[in-house]
């Protein structure tokens, strides 16, 4: 195999060195193309991909059949982990943005490694964390102005981007969905932000020129 690089995001970001060495040696190296499902909402949850390569998104699909973009991720999050803890089935589904690269180990086997770290106690808070995130977040939206929200979710799913040129692969449908506005609401956001020079838009694809001019937006509205 070869040497594993140090992941900065996600729970491998957050784990020692050691423990995301054996993780990866532990797994089966899997590769995605763009659009390729890694794993799918109601499946059951026997194996977690530990992510070494690549961008993906998480979804939701709601009772209503709408479906609801919750997050991007990159390099170091651990697709599946809440699965992996209770055994139950899975709470989203998630797909490549990018052509991606993880490593496929059965669930016990990646409880039995954090285990044998000690690092039980903090895989149970990287979970709590993340619900707690999100249920932050929809708080935060639901007192922000529209332009403030499309800031805010640019910046969220830009987050795990650690190049200079921040790229999300993502549709302004979904940018809405995730935001709770209308497509056309957030249409008219961009075409505002396209203006200022803070963003450039095309099909599926959104590029931040200025995030700190985005960070102003959402701290002084």
């Excluded at 969220?156 to 790229?167: G, P």
């Excluded at 249409?187 to 803070?198: F, I, K, V």
């Excluded at 931040?208 to 102003?216: K, T």
Aim: proline letters at 3%.
């Amino acid at each position: 195999m070869a040497n594993v690089e140090s992941p900065v995001r996600g729970l491998g970001g957050a784990l020692p060195m050691p423990a995301w060495e054996g993780l990866i040696r532990a797994g089966a190296a899997r590769s995605y193309a763009v659009g390729d499902v890694l794993v799918r909402q109601g499946e059951t949850g026997a194996f977690v991909l530990c992510l070494t390569a690549g961008k993906i998104k998480v979804t939701r699909s709601e009772p209503d059949g709408s479906e609801v973009l919750l997050a991007v991720r990159g390099p170091g999050e651990v697709v599946g982990v809440i699965a992996a803890i209770d055994g139950g089935r899975r709470s989203a589904t998630v797909t490549a943005l990018q052509a991606c690269v993880a490593y496929a180990l059965p669930a016990a086997r990646f409880r039995a490694i954090l285990e044998g770290h000690r690092l039980t106690d903090q895989l149970v808070r990287h979970v709590v964390e993340r619900l707690r995130e999100g249920e932050d977040l929809r708080s935060e939206l639901a007192q922000l102005s529209a332009q403030r929200r499309v800031a805010a979710m640019l910046l969220r799913f830009a987050a795990c981007d650690t190049s200079s040129r921040q790229v999300i692969e993502i549709s302004q449908s979904e940018l809405a969905g995730a935001a709770g506005m209308s497509r056309a609401a957030v249409a008219a956001e961009l075409s505002a932000l396209r203006r200022a020079g803070l963003v450039v838009t095309g099909r599926r694809r959104l590029e931040l020129l200025d995030l700190a001019g985005l960070r102003r937006i959402l701290l002084e509205g």
